[in-house]
């Protein structure tokens, strides 16, 4: 079904997103900034802790407002927090608050995703779909530390590798924006049976 595949590819750059800063800021902070990994840990578990309690604000929000627009906004501020932390800033106070901003619009956009699969999907379908988007989140996390691996590796920079972040943050809002939105607002017509007689708009 076209609507879980596009759930599940914004799953897997919400919470993907999510799951890799948590696997690998650790070693981030440690290489680019000389913390000890025991003050790394610490900083990563705040980001871990806020992204965590985003997560129902944003399944709050999308119920008071357009799950749609929740998700944008999120994937918006993610794009242009991330492509300020590509070039390093100092990590007090500006790149914490960086890391904290990416942290808050993840959360927030795992929650709104959730909020959206509700409207999307049929309810005899809910339980199915959910178990397929999650794991795309997941799968979702498993690239982006390979990636950020590789780019400094090659380049002794994680620049590129946050540009890269931004980028598909910017392509997932311009997705949601766009193809996601029109089925949101149109999704009787996926839901119908086939055997269900279209709707004449008038009564005998």
């Known amino acids: 079904m076209p609507a879980t595949s596009q759930l599940a590819a914004l799953y897997a750059v919400a919470f993907g997103g999510f799951v890799a800063f948590s696997v690998y800021l650790p070693t981030y902070l440690v290489t680019s900034f000389g913390l000890d990994r025991g003050d790394a840990a610490l900083r990563t578990a705040g980001f871990v802790v806020l992204a965590v309690a985003m997560r129902p604000v944003g399944g709050w929000l999308s119920d008071r407002a357009d799950p749609v627009k929740i998700l944008v906004a999120a994937f918006v ?11 390093e800033p100092p ?3 500006v790149g914490t608050l ?3 901003g990416i942290a808050g619009a993840l959360g927030t956009g795992t929650g709104a995703v959730f909020a959206l699969l509700a409207r999307l999907v049929a309810p005899g379908e809910v339980d199915a779909v959910t178990g397929v988007v999650g794991a795309a989140g997941g799968l979702g ?12 590796g090659a380049t002794g920079s994680y620049l590129l590798g946050f540009v890269l972040l931004a980028a598909t943050a910017a392509a997932a809002a311009a997705f949601t924006a766009t ?3 029109r089925r949101a607002q149109c999704p009787a017509a996926e839901h119908a049976s086939p055997d269900t007689p279209p709707q004449t708009g008038h009564r005998a």
Request: hydrophobic fraction near 80%; charge should be positive.
């Open 98 to 100: 960086l890391f904290l």
């Open 141 to 152: 996390g498993f690239f982006p530390p390979l990636v950020m691996g590789v780019v400094f």
């Open 91 to 93: 990590l007090m106070p």
């Open 179 to 181: 193809v996601v939105r």
């Open 77 to 87: 501020v993610v794009g242009i927090l991330a492509l300020a932390a590509a070039f």
